[in-house]
């Protein structure tokens, strides 16, 4: 398995379905998962899903400038720091956003989201 080829197609695939179906990443997480989103935690799938989908805008697009990838532990989880810029709705100006995952395995070449903290990138 090669960790840096996990982490882009899982943050290719994470960001992909976040613009185009925010309800189907409840998916990626499990009960037992944390959402850290600009300061407020959320724990578990359906809270973290519910967080997700009421966000107040319909439309987005993210644009990933980076993705670092880091072994986690022995049990072969993975740390996943990413930053990017943001567009949302019909806005012409994107916002610069971190984000890092920390994924663990759930079974063979499967993976899903332990923790998960969120920040956008003022000024």
Partial sequence: MDPDGVA?????????????SRAALVGLY????????????FMGATAI????????FEKC???VVT???????????MLVFVSGS???GEGEHAIKFSQMFHLMPA???NFYVQNDMFRLNYG
């Fill in 67 to 77: 993705v670092d990838c880091q072994p986690a532990g022995p049990t072969g989880g």
């Fill in 86 to 88: 943001l567009t949302v």
């Fill in 8 to 20: 882009k197609a899982f943050v290719e695939h994470y960001y992909r379905t976040f613009d185009t």
């Fill in 30 to 41: 499990q009960e037992g998962s944390m959402l850290s989103f600009e300061g407020e935690k």
């Fill in 49 to 56: 899903a519910a967080k997700l989908t009421s966000l107040p």
């Fill in 61 to 63: 697009a993210h644009s």
């Fill in 107 to 109: 079974g063979p070449g």
